[in-house]
């Protein structure tokens, strides 16, 4: 029978912790769990524990990867917060607060460079906020003040805005950031409120939303110049959370169906949406972030404010299994 040592040219070898940056398929001891391990690659994607929100709340802004996410504002009982954490895949720290209290808003960008915009305080705004790494700076309003809009985009100069609620109707309006000013560009073909936003500012994914009555499935897709209707969500919900690269490849994840918060997580692959494994913990006006196969869920509304993250490893990624426990 071959050894790992012919196989691979090296011994298993012994650590005291998991390496930092296992190489595909590299087996090891971990002498302090006592457990051998491996890199593989997932077959299915799930969630798993990350660090909670120094702070409970929801609904809030967000933006970022899974291992480095920025979430602020939301609502503390029925009080409007300007609070922003920043996460490092471990854990969240304070940082500077927005200049504007609010909760119902969207946000777009990396930890670094990233932009808040509309939602309420009450009542509703145009606000729009841009982070440098450091501090938030008032800038130009969006043209339409509205709250639970969707939003997306790679920084604080390059970023979209679409839907939302500017009372007593849901909008379709859509509008483009190049990081001095809002510009109106076309609009979505479903007005809606409540919905998923994910990609980036050239190619994104509007997902889900209220209809004003009556939840939906309905998905959106921009090419940098207009929305193609395309294939529904499986699950009609609102106060969802989005994630993905582009608007061939997002993730779906949370919401309401009219009852109560709901788990549910969708994989979208350019044409339809597949189930996938349910969030720990079901909620509504949650925080999302990352990618298709690294994604984050934070914050939101169980039925009660949780500060609970979930991080997402999507399927084909890799990640560290243990073999075997002694």
Known sequence: MAEYKGIHGTKIQNYTSDPANPILGQVWYNETSQTM??????????????GDLNTARAPLGEAGTQTATLGFGGLISTTAQALTESYDGTSWTEVND????????????????????????????????????TSWSEVNDLNTARRLLGGTGTSNT????????????????????????????????????????????????????????????????????????????NTARYILAGAGDSNASALAFGGNTGGPAVANTELYNGTSWSEQNDLSIARYYLGGAGTTTAGLAFG?????????TEEWTGAGSPTTRTITSS
């Open 98 to 133: 927005l200049n504007t209290a609010r909760y119902n808003f969207a946000g777009a960008g990396t930890q670094t460079s990233a932009l808040g915009f509309g939602g309420a305080t009450p009542p509703l705004t145009g606000a729009t906020e841009s982070w440098n790494g």
């Open 37 to 50: 391990k491996v890199q593989a690659v997932t077959t299915a994607g799930t969630w798993a524990t990350g």
């Open 300 to 308: 939101g509304d169980t039925g009660s404010i949780t500060a609970a």
């Open 158 to 233: 390059a970023s979209l805005a679409f839907g939302g609620y500017i009372g007593p109707a849901a909008t379709a309006v859509t509008e483009s950031w190049n990081g001095t000013c809002w510009t109106e560009v076309n609009d979505l073909n479903s007005s809606r409120y409540g919905l998923a936003g994910s990609g980036v500012e050239t190619s994104a994914l509007a997902s889900g939303g209220e209809l004003n009555p009556g939840n939906t499935g309905a998905t959106e897709s921009w090419n940098g110049t207009s929305w193609t209707e395309v294939n529904d969500l």
